[in-house]
């Protein structure tokens, strides 16, 4: 690549870190930006996908909005990776509960990646893909939860392609063990693979949709959920 932003990307080559945090929101990754990081420098505004680079506790970090569903995370991921030198990337998300066990707060660190969407057929692939996050961040972000007394659950969840099923699987997928139901972390499981780089999805359960519960706020969930923001840093 040049030394010239990508169609959705405005930084320069140099500009991101190795490590990036991936919030569906923009403004999630301001507040972190604000919050926990130190020498701060904006470099995308494109879309109002805001993407910043600063230190956390001498490490240099970026953190990056994807925006919602396999589609948008996809085409982020992909030039971070492809583009960018970006070795790993950790989605820090919200999600429904799927299983009775599964608690508002409590974090999803998705091991693996059920999915409904059609990305692994780019691929090409003579069957179907499992798509699943890197064993090290994995292990590092559960040593964390136990450090910081959280509760964790890991194990598969389904990225679903749209929000409204009117299908309605959910009790599908549950009654096969599936933690928690989300929108991106199947595409980018997909595209750290086939890039040979890494992935973690960390996820803060907000509701359960197959009970109707919403148990965070909307302001929660742009402002706060901060064990999910630790870890994710602390990987």
């Not at 970026?62 to 070795?87: A, H, P, R, T």
């Not at 409204?164 to 997909?190: F, I, K, N, P, Q």
Request: proline share 4%; with cysteine.
């Amino acid at each position: 690549m040049s030394n010239t932003p990508t169609p959705h990307i405005g930084a320069q080559k140099g500009e991101i870190a190795s490590k990036v945090l991936l919030p569906g929101d923009p403004l999630r990754a301001k507040f972190i930006a604000e919050n926990y990081l130190t020498d701060v420098k904006c470099y995308n505004e494109i879309r109002n996908m805001l993407g910043f680079t600063g230190l956390y506790k001498g490490e240099r970090v970026s953190v990056q909005g994807s925006g919602m569903g396999v589609s948008s995370v996809g085409i982020y991921c992909y030039e971070l990776y492809n583009f960018y030198d970006v070795e790993s990337i950790i989605r820090i998300g919200t999600a429904g509960a799927l299983m009775e066990n599964v608690k508002p707060r409590d974090i999803v660190i998705a091991q693996g990646a059920c999915h409904d969407c059609n990305c692994d057929r780019q691929y090409r692939l003579p069957g179907t893909y499992a798509p699943i996050a890197d064993f090290g961040l994995i292990r590092k972000a559960v040593e964390l939860t136990e450090a910081k007394n959280i509760t964790c659950h890991v194990g598969n969840v389904l990225t679903g392609e749209v929000y409204y099923d009117a299908s309605g699987s959910l009790a599908d997928w549950s009654r096969m063990g599936v933690l928690a139901v989300e929108m991106e972390s199947a595409a980018l499981y997909m595209t750290a693979a086939h890039a040979g780089k890494k992935a973690l999805c960390i996820l803060t359960v907000t509701n359960n949709p197959l009970t109707g519960s919403e148990d965070v706020t909307p302001e929660e969930r742009e402002k706060s959920l901060t064990d999910m923001i630790e870890i994710a840093l602390g990987v």
